[in-house]
């Protein structure tokens, strides 16, 4: 029996599931789209749901190169106790008395939410994926090591709070979040709880954009169990991503043989498309030429 072709390339922008790493929904995707062939950016941990960028053929040699450098998120903070993971799924470290837990004040809640938006100084979670001496911070902290994270700079472009729920010893508070990749909202969550004397973790998290990536062109693994099809094409990927550059059939040839073009003087990273509107190549201009940076469509 022949051998089924490889499924066209392009991006699936899942919704993922709670309980599922990263790693879990591409090893599904392989399955539903008949191919080894798949890649994901932008990890999203396994208590987390929401927008999980994949590239399917050639388009996973778009991943390293999309610019996801901003995201949002909507997530529910819980005031009152903290964690040796800063989310829910971690161990007590310790808890706030009901009596402290009261005396947090609205006024108090908004200003510490004031005081973590902006360009901050932020130290990941000890059980974040940040590297120290190549092994991830997460491996060496459920090996039992001490963990010390030096800061880094992310930028909370927004922190809004949507609402806020009290019952004894707990206060929750829904927030929209926009900020910088690398910022982690587990961090968030526990800084603005020690900022309030009482501790604080990440309850829930759901990722609604990634870079130009939403909710809204997001499917279920179960939708494309059912209907297996990619979100964007590699043409439309690259339009979404990229700024564009449309050249004539003559230097179409030329890109599709690596060769280097005159320069467009198009700031960074863009997409250099055929007369027929197909992706050739992303490039970038070194000087007065362009160079590939990736040949999508080689001759």
């Known amino acids: 029996m022949p051998k089924p072709p490889p499924p066209p390339p392009g991006l699936l922008i899942v919704d993922k599931p709670s309980g599922m790493t990263s790693h879990d929904v591409v090893a599904r995707a392989r399955r539903i789209m008949g191919t ?4 994901h950016a932008g990890t ?5 749901t929401g927008v999980l960028v994949l590239g399917i053929e050639r388009a996973t040699k778009l991943l390293g190169h999309l610019a996801l450098d901003r995201k949002t998120y909507l997530a529910t903070l819980a005031l009152g106790a903290s964690t040796t ?13 009901p009596e402290q837990v009261a005396g947090v004040t609205d006024e108090a809640i908004a200003a510490g939410i004031a005081g973590l938006t902006g360009e901050l100084q932020q130290v990941p979670s000890t059980v974040s994926a940040v590297k120290v001496d190549g092994k991830r ?7 039992g090591e001490d963990v010390n994270l030096p800061p880094r700079p992310v930028t909370v472009y927004r922190f809004d709070l949507l609402a806020t729920r009290r019952e004894p010893g707990r206060v929750e508070l829904d927030v929209m979040i926009d900020c910088s990749s690398g910022t982690y909202v587990r961090a968030l969550a ?12 990440l ?3 759901r990722r609604t954009t ?3 990536f939403t909710l809204a062109a997001a499917r279920t693994l179960d939708a494309l169990e059912a209907e297996p099809g990619l979100s964007l094409s590699l043409d439309e990927a690259v339009a979404a991503a990229f700024p564009r550059r449309d050249v004539d059939a003559a230097t179409a040839r030329a890109v599709r043989h690596g060769q280097s073009i005159p320069a467009a003087g198009i700031a960074g990273t863009y997409g250099v498309f055929d007369p027929g509107g197909h992706v050739l190549a992303l490039a970038a201009d070194a000087r007065d030429v362009t160079r590939p940076v990736v040949v999508l469509a080689p001759a």
Not at 36 to 39: H, L, N, P, Q, S
Not at 44 to 48: I, R
């Open 137 to 143: 911070a997460y491996a060496r902290a459920r090996a």
């Open 190 to 201: 526990r800084d603005l709880g020690a900022g309030l004397g009482v501790g604080g973790h």
């Open 203 to 205: 309850a829930a998290l």
């Open 210 to 212: 990634v870079g130009p």
């Open 36 to 39: 080894r062939k798949v890649g």
């Open 44 to 48: 999203l941990d396994p208590m987390a």
């Open 85 to 97: 993971t800063d989310d829910v799924e971690g161990e007590r470290l310790s808890e706030a008395t």
